[in-house]
Nanobody, 126 residues
Framework: QLQLVESGGGLVQPGGSLKLSCTAS????????IGWFRQAPGKEREGVSC????????DSADSEKGRFTISRDNAKNTVFLQIDSLKAEDTALYYC???????????????????WGQGTQVTVAS
């Protein structure tokens, strides 16, 4: 059974950067598509980005015009989410999810993924 662990969150000032990690503590990620999601207080879960098992990112995944960069390193069994120019609105619990899914023009919905981590908190404040 695949188990995911997120890390890299924390408290940062507006304009700063963070690089989040999603690592399989059990199993390997190489056969999975990976998605990043976030949920802020009082809001629904929101898809952030995704990456296929072939290391392809759908064009529509880049909804923040380059502020969010997803990448994977199978040797490290890890998928990363680089967040630049952080804003207060980015404050949320960030989750990664894995599924044996084919990615086309759009990222899968959250309910299409089979495995979820516990999340890592990102707080952006002065």
């Amino acid at each position: 059974q695949l188990q995911l662990v997120e890390s890299g969150g924390g408290l940062v000032q507006p304009g700063g950067s963070l690089k989040l990690s999603c690592t399989a503590s059990r199993g390997t990620l190489d056969t999975y598509a990976i998605g990043w999601f976030r949920q802020a207080p009082g809001k629904e879960r929101e898809g952030v980005s995704c990456i296929s098992k072939y290391d392809i990112v759908p064009d529509s995944a880049d909804s923040e015009k380059g502020r969010f960069t997803i990448s994977r390193d199978n040797a490290k069994n890890t998928v990363f989410l680089q967040i630049d120019s952080l804003k207060a609105e980015d404050t949320a619990l960030y989750y990664c999810a894995a599924g044996r899914l084919l990615l086309y023009r759009r990222c899968p919905r959250g309910d299409e993924y089979d495995h979820w981590g516990q999340g890592t908190q990102v707080t952006v404040a002065s």
